[in-house]
């Protein structure tokens, strides 16, 4: 297990499912106890990240909770906290409790482990799904209500998903199995962090084969895409790992990059204009929850709006607050991360030469 990504050999991909299928597949290992699940391909680690995408073992712990429930129980919500950061380089066992299975609900909790330790858990709720069919007539009353699709900040009108022959991402972010657009800064000139929104449209490569879980699981795995990153658009941060008065003396290949990646992510146009702005130090995620709404209307794999904003930073913290809509306007699933923010700190020299 030290020098390999999967605990067994990676089965070829299926052409008949999309790729994010292939990416969230589990093995069970029944021979080493009840409900333990690995990995089956190799998980990617973002360039620069200390670990492995945090969507990927989200959406793998949710995958695996999903073998082990009755087919008619749909999951409704999960709590995740990240614990460690998980290597790309190593495979990782999913381990299943099943805390309670009821009439109507079921819970599980999933621990990730690599090298035996917990890098990630979450404890997931199922409910019966039903859809109406075996509802008593007393039962009909309900209180019910949705947060509409937001409109556009132009003219006030509906908002549009990109086509679907749409291609104009570039190169550098469309080798995942989701493609998205690039990310609006909604109330951009605001000096108020708390009321600036981004938006993003989003949506599963190829066509996802598997039904329902299949569908979760890759909401689950793109609802982490750009989230706590929120707050480097709200409060304009410089994000790269060098100062943004080196941009020049870069490489012209290197520079056309971040100019690229800057403007994808809702920055602007100009790297350069972030001089003078604070730099992120270190961000990472510490939670994570998901509250899937309308799982029988979710189809990652046709465009899904996400809108995101932030209540809240403080303390070396901040929190950001996710929706998802589908492109017919209903909101399919709310989320809520907090993560670790710190900006980098000036050098004692520094200090001494912004007090002159």
């Known amino acids: 297990m030290n020098d390999r990504s999967t605990l067994l050999r990676p089965p070829p991909d299926d ?82 409790e099943q805390v309670r299975d009821g009439r109507t609900f079921a819970t599980r909790t999933v621990q990730a482990r690599q090298r035996g330790r917990c890098i990630f858990t979450t404890t997931a709720s199922f409910v019966r799904d039903t859809d109406g069919s075996n509802r008593s007539p007393s039962f009909l009353k309900e ?12 003219d006030g009108t509906p908002l549009t998903p990109p086509p679907d022959d749409y291609a104009e991402e570039p190169e550098l972010v469309s080798q995942g199995p989701f493609q998205g657009s690039q990310i609006q800064v909604i109330n951009r000139n605001s000096t108020k962090p708390g009321e600036k929104k981004t938006r993003q449209w989003m949506r599963a490569r190829g066509t996802i084969a598997g039904g329902m879980p299949a569908q979760l699981a890759a909401l689950a795995y793109v609802s982490d895409s750009y989230f706590i990153g929120t707050i480097t658009r709200l409060h304009k941060l410089w994000r790269f790992p060098f100062k943004v008065d080196e941009y020049e003396s870069l490489s012209e290949d ?51 709006l996400t809108e995101m904003e932030s209540p809240w930073a403080g303390d070396g913290r901040a929190v950001v607050m996710q929706k ?17 923010v710190r900006l980098q700190q000036p050098t004692p020299e520094e200090g001494k030469e912004s007090k002159l």
């Open 15 to 96: 052409p008949n499912k999309a790729p994010i299928e292939n990416v969230l597949e589990v093995t069970e290992l029944a021979v080493l106890g009840p409900n333990i699940f690995t990995n089956a391909r190799q998980l990617w680690q973002p360039p620069g990240a200390r670990g492995i995408y945090g969507g990927a073992v989200i959406a793998l712990c949710l995958a695996a909770a999903q073998r082990t429930v009755q087919p008619d129980f749909v999951v409704h919500s999960c709590h995740c906290y990240f614990l460690l950061a998980g290597s790309s380089e190593l495979p990782i066992l999913f381990h299943v």
């Open 143 to 154: 209180v019910s209500h949705a947060s509409e699709m937001p409109l556009c900040e132009v």
């Open 254 to 304: 290197l520079r056309n990059k971040v100019k690229t990646l800057h403007h994808w992510e809702g920055m602007g146009d100009d790297p350069m204009e972030m001089i003078g702005r604070p730099a992120i130090g270190m961000m990472v995620s510490l939670d994570h929850t998901i509250y899937f709404h309308e799982p029988r209307k979710v189809k990652a794999d046709d465009w899904m």
């Open 324 to 340: 998802i809509y589908g492109k017919d306007g209903t909101l399919l699933a709310t989320c809520v991360q907090e993560g670790l």
